[in-house]
């Protein structure tokens, strides 16, 4: 199926991104555009303690107020909905979207105001009155998995939602035989997504036809099913609807207690409900972080600096509920040993619950944290052995010829050529030049510094990793569709059953399925239906738009070129294979030939010339299966994505030792995801995803207090990286086509996200290593710098490192 | 209370609360849906308007405090349902967006400048956008997207708008003639 990307008339080229068109217009349609009539509008009421049982709430002054219609606790919420869904299997840390009987982190729900307008509740919630009975309480990882430490939930016994390890390969005798061994820790700090538009969801239910309408902010499989689930009425009953634009989410829009909360309101009240998060909300109380881990590292390598073995403990902090949060240390095994040869892995994987706000996938679903832990150690490696690291990575990367290449936590790499990656980054950068540029700067007074990061980028997101950390989950399939319908006149339409937040997916299928058809794909027309018209799909996670729906709209396609194909040989009385199918049109070898309208006008009309066993009318579906995932794991190994992207950072930075801001002069990416179907998509991704891995780097962080309340609630002291933080970035590409994909595309979504951190890092490190002190947490604040130069400087030890 | 103003150059009125925001009244009120909230402290520039062509945080600005100004939204931008403007097009030419949410914010603000000159530096381009954030882009493509757009501009039949030379701009700030030059820009669609 691979075919080299000069062959592609649509596929590849710098075709406009069709979304783009309303949304410069103002005229995208978001979730808060979204006004019914009559509707009510909702504000909650945080806890102002981490941890404390809710004696009582009343609610009388505030259901007195003019406007007010409805005032919502957790008690009778939990008595009239089952709890939301936990991945893992710890039945007794139980979840709703209001507290019920205890807070378990300050900003918690406590209780929900049902009111003419948004000010309306918000005043009422001023009103409510709520006696609490503090109690006690943990904020860190460490503490949290000591047996003494306060329970979180007192009925699941402790606080470890999940304590894994798993031995891949001959660890023990690896590190027994290795000359040189080193340990290190990294943290990696609590940080997310935070997309510009909150989570918001609106929900109306008609008692008349029983069907829940849901317009939602979105990014989440199997949503409609979670809410029927919760709320217990039937799937279809729940009315999702996927023509809604999401204001981004890169992972975390999964607003499920939000949207059961307004789902019950809506019925319960009898008026259509809506909900959005302000800012506060959704910062403290959206369970909406990031991953907040720990790793301890070892790592048994020769005198070449060549890694045979490494154990790894990831320790996460998972927040106040398990959720689906913990999985992000299960997705990290499918290329636990990275771009690396490294040939036997220990992974203890533990996930504990704390009094903080709860997580949620975040963009690589825990692949980035592992990979700033696996680069840092090559780092670690190179300078103990005394080569360059870029060296040390050459001597220990896949090579070409290698693949597909069976890693020992099970999973096969499917291609890759990182050494010709990193050779022409080296050639594009002119490495020696910025070497001596580096120099130039360190000898002007600057502390100056290069960085490298490989790293791989999974893509085609199958949920493998659910089954092998929860054995009671089978899950082995993990579908996406698409439904062409090619109408009377000509025209093509196609159903995705999904949303968007800015992946461009009309524009993908638009382009798979002209190229497939060779017929414009500015003329196709991409329509998300809601749920009850919907084929399943698992939303755009994990990487896989391309891959899945690109490879479900290639395949609906071919069916129906296949049958207009069987039309044309029926008329020109000759053998398919015989039949050319070009620009729309068919022909054979005797100078037969059938236009595009002539063959629809047969299928949707000439009933009579069609082949005697054909069904009438011009519709296919295909419902696509991930390649490569169709096994549940054995022995602690599973195949997880089928295919690997790989990018390669180069940063040269430089800090002003006196005020100890980083400033990145040059960034070069080598990246490669295959054959890429629309240019600007894939780069504006890129870009996107190294900004976000910059803030995760330098800037962002979920900072709580000793009184466990959390500091960091607004954009005035949780930092987004803006246009002066951003450096210009160069991309050099390569292209390895995957063999697993229709046209060899991979994944591209993640991959900024996933390597910057490890690049921006390891510069950091290299500046300040005159110095001799080195980072180990990320984020590398101003201040952090600032204050370990000056501390280096007046030779005191350095506290980052303990 | 009652407010009258003119947004997009259409008078237009509105019974609100003093503490409703300008950009909430834009919302509910006029159901010009193109501003949008993003953090509601002044921090994140989605909600961006013009302000007598000066780009203003609407979720900052009460709608009892812009009686008296001319207010461009997003939807002023455009000259005719379907056709963009230049810098609108410019956008879609380099992919200066992902999700949109943060769009019409940002081709105001980049409006503003490009109002002021048309031939900004590339830090010129970064300091005009820089109240506005994105958190798909990484912005690069944005800074095309301007660059793209000030190219067009400068190769148009149209007036300089203030005439401003580079390295000046805001010089012209206080113009009378601001907002009707607006109107003269160039409505080039390629």
């Not at chain 1, 035989?177 to 340990?183: A, N, T």
């Not at chain 1, 045979?308 to 997705?331: C, E, H, T, V, W």
């Not at chain 1, 390569?734 to 229709?742: A, D, I, L, Y």
Request: aromatic content about 6%; some cysteine.
């Amino acid at each position: 199926m691979t075919a080299a990307p000069s062959t592609f008339r649509f596929v590849s080229s710098h075709r406009r991104v069709r979304e783009d068109r309303r949304f410069v217009a103002g005229q995208g349609r978001y979730v808060a555009d979204i006004a019914l009539e009559g509707m009510l509008h909702v504000a909650v009421l945080p806890s102002q303690h981490p941890a404390a049982r809710i004696v009582s709430i009343d609610a009388s002054t505030a259901l007195a107020m003019p406007g007010v219609h409805y005032v919502l606790t957790g008690d009778e919420l939990a008595g009239a909905t089952d709890q939301l869904m936990n991945g893992l299997d710890t039945p007794h840390v139980k979840r709703f979207a209001l507290a019920v009987g205890q807070t378990r982190y300050a900003g918690e729900w406590i209780a929900a105001v049902v009111a003419d307008t948004r000010a309306l509740a918000e005043d009422a919630t001023e009103k409510l009155r709520v006696v609490y009975e503090p109690l006690p309480f943990v904020m860190k990882a460490e503490e949290a998995l000591k047996p003494d430490s306060p329970p979180v939930h007192a009925a699941h016994g402790s606080n470890v939602l999940l304590d894994k390890l798993f031995v891949w390969g001959e660890v023990d005798r690896h590190f027994a035989e290795s000359p040189r061994h080193l340990s290190f820790r990294v943290t990696w700090g609590r940080n997310s997504t935070v997309p510009i538009e909150t989570f918001g969801v609106a929900a109306s239910w008609d008692s008349w036809r029983d069907i829940l309408d849901v317009w939602a902010s979105i990014q989440m499989p199997k949503y409609p099913d979670q809410i029927a689930r919760a709320l217990r009425i039937p799937a279809n009953n729940v009315r999702v609807h996927h023509d809604v634009d999401v204001g981004g989410s890169y992972g975390v829009k999964r607003g499920i207690k939000q949207s059961v909360l307004v789902a019950y309101l809506a019925r319960r009240v009898g008026r259509p409900v809506r909900f959005i998060e302000d800012r506060l909300e959704n910062m403290r109380s959206g369970d909406a972080h990031g991953p907040e881990r720990i790793f301890d590292i070892d790592v048994a390598f020769n005198d070449d600096g060549v890694v045979k073995s490494m154990k790894i403990r990831a320790l996460d902090n998972a927040g106040a509920y398990a959720g689906r949060a913990p999985f992000q240390l299960g997705k990290p095994i499918g290329a636990i040993v990275g771009p690396y040869k490294i040939e036997s892995v220990q992974y203890r994987a533990q996930s504990v619950t704390t009094n903080k706000a709860m997580q949620e996938a975040v963009r690589g679903f825990g692949q980035a944290p592992t990979n700033y832990a696996i680069e840092t150690a090559i780092d670690k490696v190179a300078a103990a052995v005394g080569l360059p690291r870029i060296e040390v990575r050459r001597r220990n990367f896949i090579r070409k010829d290698e693949f597909p290449y069976l890693i020992p936590s099970g999973s096969s790499y499917d291609s890759g050529d990182y050494h010709t990656v990193v050779e022409k980054v080296f050639k594009h950068a002119d490495f020696d030049a910025m070497e001596q540029e580096r120099d130039r700067l360190r000898a002007s007074g600057m502390l100056a510094g290069i960085g490298i990061a490989a790293c791989l980028e999974p893509s085609g997101g199958n949920s493998s990793f659910e089954p092998l950390l929860n054995e009671k989950n089978t899950t082995t399939t993990w579908m996406d569709s698409a439904r062409i319908n090619i109408d009377a006149l000509g025209f093509v339409t196609v159903t995705i059953h999904t949303t968007s937040s800015g992946q461009g997916h009309e524009t993908l299928v638009g382009t798979i399925i002209g190229e497939v058809l060779q017929i414009d794909p500015d003329l196709i027309r991409v329509i998300r239906p809601d749920t009850l018209a919907c084929l399943p799909s698992n939303s755009p996670v994990g990487s896989r738009m391309a891959i899945m729906l690109g490879g479900a709209a290639f395949h609906a396609a071919q069916k129906l070129k296949t049958k207009l194909v069987r039309i044309a040989a029926h008329q020109f009385g000759c053998a398919e294979e015989n039949v050319t199918f070009a620009s729309g049109a068919a022909s054979d070898t005797a100078g037969h030939s059938l236009s595009w309208a002539e063959l629809v006008t047969i299928a949707h009309r000439n009933y009579h010339l069609l082949p005697r066993d054909m069904e009438p009318g011009l519709e296919a579906t295909h419902v696509m299966q991930v390649p490569t995932g169709n096994k549940l794991p054995e022995n602690g190994r599973v195949q997880m994505y089928p295919c690997h992207s790989f990018e390669f950072h180069l940063v040269l930075l430089a800090i002003d030792p006196d005020l100890g801001k980083p400033e990145i002069k040059r960034y070069v990416i080598g990246h490669d995801c295959g054959v890429v179907i629309n240019p600007h998509i894939v780069r504006g991704m890129t870009l996107g995803g190294i900004a976000h891995g910059l803030g995760a780097t330098l800037l962002e962080e979920f900072v709580y207090d000793e009184q466990g309340h959390l500091i960091t609630q607004s954009f005035m002291d949780y930092l987004l990286p803006s246009s002066h933080e951003m450096p210009e970035v160069e991309i050099v590409h390569h292209c390895t086509p995957s063999p697993h994909t229709v046209f060899g595309q991979k994944g591209s979504g993640e991959s900024g996200y996933l390597g910057s951190p490890a690049a921006i890092s390891s510069a950091i490190n290299d500046a300040v290593s005159p110095l001799g002190i080195s980072f180990n947490k990320l984020p590398i604040r101003i201040s952090a710098i600032g204050d370990a130069i000056a501390d280096a400087q007046q030779g005191k030890p350095q506290e980052q490192a303990t | 209370m009652k407010v009258e103003l003119r947004v997009n150059g259409v008078s237009r009125t509105a019974d609100v609360e003093p503490r409703k925001t300008l950009l909430d009244t834009l919302r509910e009120n006029f159901l010009l849906n193109g501003a949008h909230a993003g953090c509601e402290h002044g921090v994140c520039g989605a909600c961006t308007v013009l302000v007598d062509g000066e780009p203003v945080r609407s979720c900052l600005m009460f709608a009892v405090q812009a009686d008296g100004y001319e207010i461009t939204t997003i939807e002023g931008l455009a000259p005719a349902p379907g056709e963009l403007s230049v810098i609108q097009d410019a956008f879609c030419e380099t992919h200066g967006l992902q999700c949109g949410y943060c769009t019409p914010g940002m081709i105001l603000s980049a409006h503003a400048l490009l109002q002021h000159t048309h031939t900004p530096s590339r830090e010129e381009i970064v300091e005009a956008i820089s109240g506005n954030i994105c958190r798909c882009t990484g912005y690069g493509q944005i800074v095309e997207a301007v660059q793209f757009a000030a190219g067009r501009l400068q190769k148009s039949n149209a007036l300089r708008p203030n005439h401003v030379s580079p390295g000046h701009h805001g010089a012209g700030h206080d113009a009378p003639e601001e907002g009707v030059l607006e109107a003269d820009a160039p409505k080039e669609i390629v």
